[in-house]
């Protein structure tokens, strides 16, 4: 599959687990939002990342409820987009923003503004 129809496979994936998981009730696990899905060349596998908004426990709480759920939303997914195969979905936590936050936190640090 050529690379530009594997981004295009991606970003449909991403797309509709997102409208997905808004219409899913996820109690007490913060803000879930979806960042970014990369599926393997065969279809067979997809790594779907997330972010969560809220408290480590409600970080692990939404991983864990995403994982026990991964079959019901595959088979809602495979519903919306006809591909060869429908991937075996696994839930990852996105901790980009937090390492971005942290390294600015850092780089601020080090270069404190100027006093005016």
């Known amino acids: 599959m050529s690379r530009y129809r594997m981004q295009r496979v991606c970003q449909l994936v991403k797309e509709q687990i997102g409208e997905i998981l808004e219409r899913h009730s996820f109690p007490d696990c913060g803000f879930i939002t979806v960042t970014d899905a990369a599926i393997s060349p ?17 970080q692990q709480r939404a991983l864990a409820e995403l994982q026990a ?24 936590l996105d901790h980009t923003e937090s390492r971005a936050a942290r390294i600015e936190h850092l780089l601020d640090e080090l270069n404190p503004p100027p006093d005016e």
Request: proline share 2%.
């Open 69 to 92: 759920r991964h079959v019901e939303i595959q088979r809602e997914l495979a519903s919306r987009i006809v591909l060869k195969y429908t991937p075996r979905l696994t839930f990852t």
């Open 42 to 58: 065969d279809l067979k596998e997809g790594r779907i990342y997330v972010s969560v908004i809220g408290t480590d426990q409600q």
